[in-house]
């Protein structure tokens, strides 16, 4: 093993914390990918194919935690959904640069955002370049202000010492193999929690975890859903990895089955353009808007709901497994209380002209806008 090689998973207490870890990953995805569908202004009439493809990438994420928090229960740990509960903007893992996952308003930059998360490792020669999520760490301006150190202080849902997702999941399954062959199967996994698991995903996907076994097919599924196989773009159901639904949409063209990776040549897909965006200030921030206006108000009672629904995942995935569908559910009504928010326009201070978005917070709110240098 090199001196940059993430050290091996030995302990079940390494394994439950990595899996924690692993939890508020795919936590941080859901707000970003759902922040920047908010801001299209007609985005279920007029752009329902942008509406079927982020949905469809959220909801998968949704699935990823609940595998990961399923692992984690069988394996005798405890999900804490609170502490996985992501604050923006944060650190994602990158080999030779630091990424930023942020709140950006739909669009190339929110593309080029699902292209940095998803990226398989090593990352496509011939498309490196046009991935734009992340921070070029060598910037002389960077490193004469001093962003450097303030990036560095923003929070990681991961560690930082793995180059990509799937380097991640890896990490996690070698540790599962490690530790069911060298010990005891029954003294890694423990069959009693499946009561206490989410186990039924959409009410018929059986993502319960009962052994080491169905533990590594349901992670190996996480990496292929996300990145992909490095040999192919399509899984075993025809559905598209992660990275290539979003390089569809920062392309601009549908997938076809034969079509090479990184050269789509489908139909065109209807994306929106910017009179068809909310002009929404990116990265928002509760700190942003004046206490007692109209923006304070509708994204404070977002956040307040939002709250409702990170409890309930917390109670669901964490022995009482009917609240996550209550979750799920709350997860749809989140669009009315978006828009509400969305209609507010920012009158007075640094951000005026900008409209109001929600900021995904829970409380008591805190200031990480004033970590996020001008990029």
């Keep these: 093993m090199s001196q940059t090689d993430p050290p091996p998973i030995h ?13 508020a990953l795919e936590f941080t995805t859901i707000p970003a990918y759902l922040f920047g569908w908010l801001t299209i202004k007609d985005r279920r ?23 990961v928090a399923n692992v984690l229960t069988a394996v005798g740990g405890l999900p804490d959904v609170t502490r996985a509960t992501p604050a923006y903007p944060c650190q994602i893992p990158d080999f030779s640069r630091a990424g930023l996952v942020r709140l950006l308003p739909c669009g190339a930059d929110l593309w080029q955002l699902g ?20 921070i070029d760490l060598e910037s002389p ?20 010492r793995f180059q990509s997702i799937g380097d991640f999941y890896n990490a996690l399954i070698d540790g599962i193999t490690y530790l069911v062959g060298h010990g005891k199967e029954e003294d890694v996994f423990h069959p009693g929690t499946i009561g206490r698991q989410y186990t039924h995903f959409g009410g018929q996907d059986n993502i319960g975890v009962r052994n080491s076994a169905e533990a590594i097919a349901l992670l190996t599924d996480v990496v292929h859903e ?10 075993d159901n025809g559905e598209l990895s992660h990275y ?32 068809d965006i909310v002009n929404v200030l990116p990265d928002p921030q509760m700190s942003a808007y004046a206490k007692g206006t109209p ?15 990170v409890a309930n995942l917390e109670t669901g995935l964490t022995g009482h497994p009917q609240q996550v569908d209550s979750a799920v559910g709350q997860m749809h009504q989140l669009e009315a209380l978006a828009d509400e928010v ?4 920012i009158t007075d201070g640094a951000y005026a002209g900008y409209y109001a978005a929600p900021t995904f917070e829970c409380r008591p709110y805190t200031d990480h806008r004033s970590l996020l240098p001008e990029l």
């Design 11 to 23: 302990t079940i207490e390494d394994l439950r914390a990595e899996l924690q870890d692993a939890m």
């Design 45 to 67: 009439s007029k752009f329902p194919d942008v509406t079927r493809a982020v949905q469809s990438i959220v909801i998968s994420e949704m699935r990823h935690m609940a595998i």
């Design 115 to 134: 292209l940095f998360i998803e990226q398989p490792d090593p990352v496509p020669s011939d498309v490196r370049e046009r991935i734009r999520g992340a």
């Design 141 to 160: 301006r960077l490193r004469s202000s001093g962003a450097l150190d303030l990036i560095k202080a923003l929070p990681s849902p991961i560690p930082l």
């Design 226 to 235: 996300g990145e992909g196989d490095p040999h192919r773009m399509w899984d």
């Design 244 to 275: 290539y639904k979003f390089d569809e949409l920062a392309q601009g063209r549908w997938y076809l089955p034969d079509d090479k990776p990184c050269h789509p040549t489908g139909p065109r897909i209807e994306l929106p353009v910017a009179t």
């Design 295 to 309: 923006e304070w108000r509708a994204a404070d009672a977002f956040n307040r709901f939002y709250e409702q629904l």
């Design 342 to 345: 969305l209609k507010c326009r």
